[in-house]
Nanobody, 119 residues
Framework: QVQLVESGGGLVQPGGSLRLSCAAS????????MGWYRQAPGKQRDLVATIDMSSNTNYADSVKGRFTISRDNAKNTVLLQMNGLKPEDTAVYYCNAVLISRGRITGYWGQGTQVTVSV
């Protein structure tokens, strides 16, 4: 079992920055890839960025060049630095962790943190 707690969301003006943080607890030694997803009202949950244990990253085209994902394996945290925010980035952002243990792969989600980009 893994518990994920996100923080850092809020209201920001277009062009501004926010940094999201996700802290993992529980069976953290079995955590593999981690990532951030977002869900806007009335839309499906979409991938924002992922990072594996070797810090290889993957980004949605819409955030490339503006967002940066990073992780600290010693602290069991994953960060999402968001720069140049746009109104279309408004969504609830969810942290995701994939647990790999005894041949089983299980995904875990945080509770989500709201990001609102508006004047």
């Amino acid at each position: 079992q893994v518990q994920l707690v996100e923080s850092g969301g809020g209201l920001v003006q277009p062009g501004g920055s926010l940094r999201l943080s996700c802290a993992a607890s529980g069976s953290t030694s079995s955590i593999g890839p981690m990532g951030w997803y977002r869900q806007a009202p009335g839309k499906q949950r979409d991938l924002v960025a992922t990072i594996d244990m070797s810090s290889n990253t993957n980004y949605a085209d819409s955030v490339k060049g503006r967002f940066t994902i990073s992780r600290d394996n010693a602290k069991n945290t994953v960060l999402l630095q968001m720069n140049g925010l746009k109104p279309e980035d408004t969504a609830v952002y969810y942290c995701n962790a994939v647990l790999i243990s005894r041949g089983r792969i299980t995904g875990y989600w945080g509770q989500g943190t709201q990001v609102t980009v508006s004047v």
